[in-house]
């Protein structure tokens, strides 16, 4: 069964860190595209970054440049989203997806999809 499981969410105060991981079951994370994704209550999912197949490249949202790091690790198929610097506009829904698509930035360049993990950010 092909799955994708986030974890590490939580609640932490403005300019603290999180890591949160995506495992993947049923297939090999190494040969997809990465992404995660978040959503505000009341707001669109948006973008946050990319991770290419092999890892070689990556791609973020603006709004978390220089904060936020993606990588992978293949031996564990689990993927990583560290997160520094965290503000109170960085809470939401993180939920982690993995495509064929590259540069992948958009929705529906993601076939394969987590649950969800919250985040929040107090200020």
């Known amino acids: 069964q092909v799955q994708l499981v986030e974890s590490g969410g939580g609640l932490v105060q403005a300019g603290g860190s999180l890591r949160l991981s995506c495992a993947a079951s049923g297939f090999s994370l190494g040969n997809y595209v990465k992404g995660w994704f978040r959503q505000a209550p009341g707001k669109e999912r948006e973008f946050v970054a990319a991770?290419?197949?092999?890892?070689?490249?990556?791609l973020y949202a603006d709004a978390v440049k220089g904060r936020f790091t993606f990588f992978g690790d293949n031996d564990k198929n689990t993927m990583y989203l560290q997160m520094n610097n965290l503000k109170p506009e960085d809470s939401g829904v993180y939920s982690c997806a993995v495509g064929t698509q590259w540069p992948a930035r958009r929705s529906a360049d993601f076939g394969t999809w987590g649950q969800g993990t919250q985040v929040t950010v107090s200020s």
């Open positions: 991770l290419s197949w092999a890892g070689a490249s990556t």
